[in-house]
Structures are given as structure tokens and as C-alpha cells.
């Protein structure tokens, strides 16, 4: 994964583009096929961007039954609505756009029914107390660190959405500044601020050998 320390929280140029995102060509070819309704297209597509959707969510989430079920739902909307895809933004950051936006959309569910007390506490929310989340919730916790690295979940999960999201996108899915801010429909100097305060707010919070770096 792309959690590493302690250089976790310095500041770096941007990455390079995603490794598995489409070429242009195909990308367009693959999203005809989708919207003359090819199941060909559409399991080609789940199996392309299924495993980068499921841990987007899940870093956000932190709940991996619930994480499944807002990665089905992201592509079940594609399914419904890729007849209206007009290719605005590529087809990766369309769906990265739309996983995290559901992952948004059940937190804040969460914090304003206040009865999920699994996400309350887990996520800090109304000064809760945090409880340990279980080893196998996140699969960056079957690492080594494995103490640590739940410790920075936990921090960033009280990141404000933008932040987190950012920080998500960045740390756990490599995505450079340009795609970042095409998902959050904002600009690179923007992401950039977003980064730059998510690492000081970390930076802040998290003991050695976070606080040093």
C-alpha cells in the first residue's frame, strides 16, 4: 500500500497518473459499450475498478460490510446513469467522484440519526470515546506498524470530508493532484491546501514518529 513512514506526512510532488486508468481510446470505447448496455462492458469495468473503489470507500468508512455495500451501490448508479456519462471528466474520476461522495453522504447520515453508535464512537463524532477498531477493518492493518497504522485511521477519520477524502485519494490510491481535484470538482492549488493542512492537523495530533517528520 501507499501508507509508509515516517515519510507519510511530507509534503511531495505529485504522483503520476494511475497506472490503471484507461487510455483514452479505450476508455471511450468501453464507455459506448456501457451505455448500448454490453454486460461485457460492465464486468470488464467491476473488475477494473472494483478493488480501487472498495478500499476508496473503506478507508473512509473504516467498516468493511458497510464499505461493500457503498461500493455495489456506486456501481449499480453507473449502470443506471452511464447513458447521461458525457465524458466531462474521465471515466475513473467519475467513479471515484461517485464512491466518494456515497462514503461522504453515510457518514453524515451516521452523525445526523445519532443511533449508529458503531460509527459515532469509532469516528470521534460529539466527543465520543474512540474504541479500537477490530484488526481486520481496514486491510492496511494486517501490515507491519499495524498499531501505528490504526492510529493514523483513527486521526484521519476526524479529518474534515475534504481533507479526508484528499488525504484518501492521495495516500491510499496514489491519484496525483490534477486527478484529485478533478474527483473533488476543485482546483490543484486547492488540493494542495487540503493536503497541506490534513498533514499539519496529523502532524499535530499523532505521536513520534509521525510528529517529526
Not at 61 to 78: I, M, N, T, Y
Request: glycine share 2%; aromatic share 8%.
Amino acid at each position: 500500500m501507499a501508507y509508509s513512514f515516517p515519510l507519510l506526512l511530507t509534503d511531495d510532488p505529485p504522483a503520476a497518473p494511475c497506472p490503471l486508468r484507461l487510455a483514452a481510446e479505450a476508455e471511450a470505447a468501453l464507455v459506448l459499450q456501457l451505455q448500448q448496455g454490453s454486460e461485457t462492458a460492465f464486468r470488464t469495468l467491476v473488475e477494473r475498478y472494483q478493488d480501487r473503489i472498495y478500499r476508496t470507500v473503506l478507508a473512509l468508512l473504516r467498516s468493511p460490510e458497510e464499505a461493500e455495500d457503498v461500493a455495489q451501490e456506486v456501481f449499480v448508479e453507473v449502470y443506471q446513469t452511464v447513458a447521461r456519462f458525457r465524458s466531462e471528466a474521465s471515466l475513473s474520476t467519475w467513479l471515484y467522484r461517485l464512491a466518494t461522495s456515497r462514503a461522504l453522504k453515510s457518514l453524515r447520515k451516521a452523525r445526523a440519526q445519532k443511533r449508529f453508535a458503531y460509527f459515532t464512537s469509532l469516528l470521534g463524532f460529539d466527543n465520543a470515546v474512540l474504541h479500537e477498531k477490530p484488526d481486520h477493518a481496514h486491510p492496511l492493518a494486517l501490515l507491519e506498524g499495524q498499531q501505528q497504522l490504526r492510529l493514523l485511521l483513527e486521526h484521519v477519520a476526524r479529518l474534515p470530508p475534504q481533507q479526508q477524502v484528499a488525504f484518501t485519494l492521495r495516500h491510499e490510491q496514489e491519484l496525483s493532484y490534477e486527478e484529485i481535484a478533478a474527483v473533488l470538482s476543485t482546483s490543484v492549488p486547492a488540493v494542495e491546501s487540503l493536503l497541506f493542512r490534513a498533514r499539519q492537523t496529523l502532524r499535530k495530533h499523532l505521536p513520534s514518529p509521525f510528529r517529526h517528520v
